[in-house]
């Protein structure tokens, strides 16, 4: 990984980089000091939301995690993330944001975040697939995630992507520790664009009244207006 010269204020205080590590965000947990930055080319046990596993092959993505400290540092710290990837991404493509914060290309997963906390430590993981071809993913992901390059057709560099994320996530950080959580939730609730979409969340299919003050979905159902706190939601076509 070149220098990546950043001028920030927080994220990126450190920057490790290796080779290879269980997990960037394991490693963050354990030795992470405040806006460390931790940059693995391949992990043996990079993990994702609700246990599962994250393919992070050596030279084809971006597998990292920034460590932060202080007993509020994970209030918001998903949106800001989900916002600053999109932001970093937009010089070359137009990335949704899929709640509750997967950012996809044209329908398709590129980046997914993970924010865990232990013994006072914050760590957020991101990895963004960059290089891949379809045939690098494992035959299961295949339909559903894609890579920088192939969603778009062009070539990304690693060192600029991760340049322009953490730059964008310098000043979400500093947004979120100047108190402007409000902000930063309303614009990631505006970006995830679902309010009035119908969809469907495991068994329950209904209409998006809007996301609450936790970044929770309210969604309309037969029974009433449900609140779901994390899930896989997927639109539900033709109505
Ligand atoms: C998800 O969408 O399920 C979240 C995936 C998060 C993956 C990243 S890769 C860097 C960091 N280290 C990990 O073990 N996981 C996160």
Not at 45 to 70: C, D, I, K, T
Not at 82 to 107: F, M, Q, S, Y
Not at 131 to 145: G, M, Q
Not at 177 to 185: D, M, P
Request: with cysteine; charged share 25%; net charge neutral.
């Amino acid at each position: 990984m070149p220098p990546l010269n950043l001028d920030t204020a927080i994220v990126g205080s450190h920057l490790l980089t290796f080779d290879e590590l269980d997990s960037t965000n394991t490693f963050a947990l354990r030795h992470g000091t405040d806006g460390m930055v931790i940059v693995a080319d391949s992990q043996t046990a990079g993990r994702g939301r609700y246990g599962r596993a994250w393919h992070s092959a050596p030279g084809l993505g971006l597998w990292f995690s920034v460590a932060l400290e202080g007993h509020d540092a994970a209030e918001g710290l998903a949106f800001g993330a989900a916002l600053a990837v999109r932001e970093a991404l937009r010089t070359g493509c137009h990335p949704e944001i899929k709640w509750p914060n997967d950012l996809l290309v044209h329908g398709k997963k590129v980046c997914g975040i993970l924010v865990e906390r232990r013994h006072g430590r914050t760590a957020l993981g991101i990895g963004i697939n960059v290089h891949h071809r379809p045939e690098d993913f494992p035959e299961p992901l295949r339909e559903k995630a894609a890579s920088l390059e192939t969603a778009t057709g062009t070539a990304w560099n690693r060192a600029e992507v991760l340049r322009a994320v953490l730059t964008h996530l310098d000043r979400q950080v500093m947004l979120l520790r100047s108190g402007k959580y409000e902000a930063v939730r309303r614009a990631w609730a505006d970006a995830c664009n679902l309010t009035g979409r119908r969809v469907r969340c495991g068994g329950l299919v209904g209409t998006v009244a809007g996301v609450d003050g936790r970044g929770a979905l309210l969604l309309d159902t037969y029974r009433g207006v449900q609140r779901l706190v994390s899930g896989e939601i997927a639109l539900v076509e033709g109505v």
